[in-house]
T-cell receptor, first 116, second 116 residues
Framework: AQSVTQLDSHVSVSEGTPVLLRCNYS??????LFWYVQHPNKGLQLLLK??????LVKGINGFEAEFKKSETSFHLTKPSAHMSDAAEYFC??????????????FGAGTILRVKS | DTGVSQNPRHKITKRGQNVTFRCDPI?????LYWYRQTLGQGPEFLTY????????KSRLLSDRFSAERPKGSFSTLEIQRTEQGDSAMYLC??????????????FGPGTRLLVL
């Protein structure tokens, strides 16, 4: 069965410093992996996705993530945090064949706080 | 606005009452998903439709829950005899099932349900 573990429930960084949000996954097949962001009172927005192409995936707003199969990890990084990055981030896995529907399995979320 | 919309955004009800939520997907999307998110947790899959057919239901979806997508466009989620444990954010997402690995789910803002 597929599952996702987000290793930190809260991360606090200063504006302008790097961001690292950690995610490990478990999957029986070749997974698709995603990072979504949720700002207060707004819907989930896709940051980036990995679907078996390049292992380093670039997303919106300067975020990127690297798929490491040997470590079953998909950590999210950003070189320099901005105040507007403060939000909750979800690591997500899907590994069913797409004809069976793309049921997403979410991690518990990491709340990112950015200090000025 | 061409995104996913959900109505109402907030619903307060008394235990035992029935409630119905509506989701309007992005117009060309043939798949529609419902998820539930409780406080401090990531969203959990409830059910999904391909066109008008409901193809999978989670074990989380008790017999008090029913979902429809009558013409393959908008969908409704009804909860009968609500319980306090039903209090959560109900999220809808839509996607187009094109090429394998290319499907992306776009989420609506959610309906927040509070059962008193």
């Amino acid at each position: 069965a597929q599952s996702v573990t987000q290793l930190d429930s809260h991360v606090s960084v200063s504006e302008g410093t790097p961001v690292l949000l950690r995610c490990n996954y478990s999957s029986s097949y070749s997974p698709s992996l995603f990072w979504y962001v949720q700002h207060p009172n707004k819907g989930l927005q896709l940051l980036l996705k990995y679907t078996s192409a390049a292992t380093l995936v670039k997303g919106i707003n300067g975020f990127e993530a690297e798929f490491k199969k040997s470590e079953t990890s998909f950590h999210l990084t950003k070189p320099s945090a901005h105040m507007s990055d403060a939000a909750e981030y979800f690591c997500v896995v899907s590994d069913l064949p797409f004809e069976y529907g793309n049921k997403l399995v979410f991690g518990a979320g990491t709340i990112l706080r950015v200090k000025s | 606005d061409t995104g996913v919309s959900q109505n109402p955004r907030h619903k307060i009800t008394k235990r035992g009452q029935n409630v119905t939520f509506r989701c309007d997907p992005i117009s060309e999307h043939n798949r529609l998903y419902w998820y539930r998110q409780t406080l401090g947790q990531g969203p959990e899959f409830l059910t999904y439709f391909q066109n008008e057919a409901q193809l999978e239901k989670s074990r989380l979806l008790s017999d008090r829950f029913s979902a429809e997508r009558p013409k393959g466009s908008f969908s409704t989620l009804e909860i009968q005899r609500t319980e306090q444990g039903d209090s959560a954010m109900y999220l809808c997402a839509s996607s187009f099932s094109g090429l394998a690995g290319q499907e992306t789910q776009y989420f609506g803002p959610g309906t927040r349900l509070l059962v008193l």
